[in-house]
């Protein structure tokens, strides 16, 4: 068992993580497409911000939670 498995066993939350659903990102476009080429990733781009990430979503079974 993974040690991430076994914290969210011993948390007892009462929802499973899931995957990321998107990456929000900050800086110059130009800069993030150089960086990750053809990707396919989930990145949403925020224009006319600091460069960074800004947000993750991490989809769960019936909701989704963003975390900023």
């Known amino acids: 068992m993974r040690l991430s498995e076994a914290r969210f066993r011993e948390a007892r939350h009462d929802c499973e993580p899931g995957a990321f659903a998107f990456v929000e990102v900050g800086g110059a476009q130009e ?38």
């Open 31 to 68: 800069l993030v497409d150089a960086w990750l080429g053809d990707h396919g990733l989930p990145v949403r781009h925020v224009p006319m911000t600091a460069p960074g990430i800004h947000a993750v979503g991490i989809q769960n079974p019936g909701d989704q939670v963003v975390i900023r």
